[in-house]
């Protein structure tokens, strides 16, 4: 147990949950800031709001990137840990928020829908994430996922007077519900089998034979599903492409990108601490038992292996079908997390390693994809479908060049990040044996490429049938896009750096005690 372990300090607690602290005084301090600028008109009190928000955004990945990536002592209260995979995670979730809240200022404009509880919101949703990734007490983890999903179950439901919206918002309330009862009844029967909610110490007594049980096989699907939910895997899936859909655009990619990287790095940390024998690799007397927990991927792994299976070929194949795009881009959010599965079931660092390295670029392509779908599309819903990109290219030659970047990185081609993300999740499921799994997914991959090559096909290749008038492109909108175009390039070529970083992170799991 680290010195941190159950005592209690100011300068513990900000050591290792600094980054939560500064969302969380932001958060209050945006409450405090929307009543006293009451006075100003909706558009520069929002306005303000959101650069008040990519401050504290900045200054909370400041902390985390120079400060509790350098922690050894990582666990704080039994609760919080800060070791580098939850540091990575956060990282990334960080620059996803900071990218969200910037292309925000364009989108509210644009929409004429400034209003200052949207950043309060955002925030809120964010601080919720982070402490999720952070916690290591399941109890935590579970309040800490209800805190990000009201926050996005509200902005999912922003365009008040737009029905798919309201639609979709209540759609993901109904079914992020269950997703939520479901973890919280798998935590109950584990609490009620061990005796904690703590991880560590959840792993030490299962692995002294309680892991044998059928219970203990029960509490973990329930906690897989509910985790699922959040992740978008089939048949888990059903409330994605309507909520993607009816969302503002931005939340949209927020969602696609933050709440995933959330639900995947908690179902990470979860399964290889709490349900595998990585403890045992950190050489601690006390965890030598929980060798015997590698028995247990005889139960979880068939599962992930068809899930990732259907993931892959519903969200791809139905994704083929889609005339309108953000909708298509929904279902390739869905393929996308399961080639994400593929890296959690190969179980090996590399496929942890991917699923990092994964997370990261999909976080830029997926957020940059979106930030340009609302820029070409003016006014939300202006213009959504094929039809409406049609001959676009060389209207509007450097909104068409960013998607058409975009989308070629989420096909997985080179020279993009996205491809190097698909070779090692591939790379490692090839190496534990999955051939087959791995030959499939590559097929998908294959269908993949048309619907996003087809996008492209449209902006270049056809004849525009209407005239679409893009929004007005501000220039911190459309220097976040263009920074995350030119990192997609840069992790295409250069992959090596974030690749290391990202090895550095899965392996401190094995410092979670």
Known sequence: ????????????????????????????????????????????????????????????????????WQLHEVVFMGVFSMEKFTAFLTATVLMAGIIASVLSLNYLHNNGRARGEYY?????????????????????????LEIMSIGVYVLAAYLKDDCRSQEGAFKYFLLGSFGSAFFLFGLALLYGLTGTVNLTDMAVELSRGLFTRPEVLVSLALLMAGLFFKMAMVPFHMWTPDVYEGSPAVVTGFMATVVKAGAFGVFVKVLTVAFGPILYESGQPAFASTFHLAALAAYWKPVIWWISLLTMFIGNLVAVSQTNVKRMLAYSSIAHAGYMALGILAGNDEGRMGVLFYLFTYSLMNLGAFGVLFLIDGKERGAQTLEDYQGLGYRFPGLSFLMSL????????????????????????????????????????????????????????????????????????????????????????????????????????????
Do not use: N
């Open 406 to 513: 975009f989308l070629v990185a989420m096909a997985g081609l080179p020279p993009t990040g996205g491809f190097i993300a698909k070779f090692y999740v591939f790379s490692a499921a090839i190496k534990e044996g999955y051939l087959l799994l791995a030959a499939l997914g590559i097929l998908t991959s294959a269908i993949g490429a048309y619907y996003y090559l087809r996008v492209i096909y449209m902006l270049y290749m056809k004849d525009p049938v209407r005239e679409v008038e893009p929004g007005p492109a501000a220039f911190p909108a459309l220097a976040v896009l263009i920074a995350a175009a030119i990192a997609i390039i840069y992790l295409g070529v250069l992959p090596e750096d974030l690749a290391v970083l990202a090895d550095t992170a899965q392996r401190s799991l094995a410092l979670v005690f």
């Open 1 to 68: 147990m680290s010195d941190y372990g159950y005592t209690f300090s100011m300068d513990q607690l900000w050591q290792i949950a600094g980054g939560q602290i500064i969302l969380l005084i932001a958060g209050l301090l945006l409450i405090g800031l929307d009543l006293a600028w009451m006075g100003l008109d909706s558009e520069r009190r929002t306005s303000r709001l959101g650069w008040v928000t990519v401050t504290a955004l900045f200054a909370a990945l400041g902390h985390v990137v120079y400060r509790e």
């Open 120 to 144: 309060i919101l955002l925030i809120f949703a964010l601080y919720g994430t982070v402490a999720m990734l952070q916690s290591v007490d399941l109890l935590m983890m579970f309040i800490c």
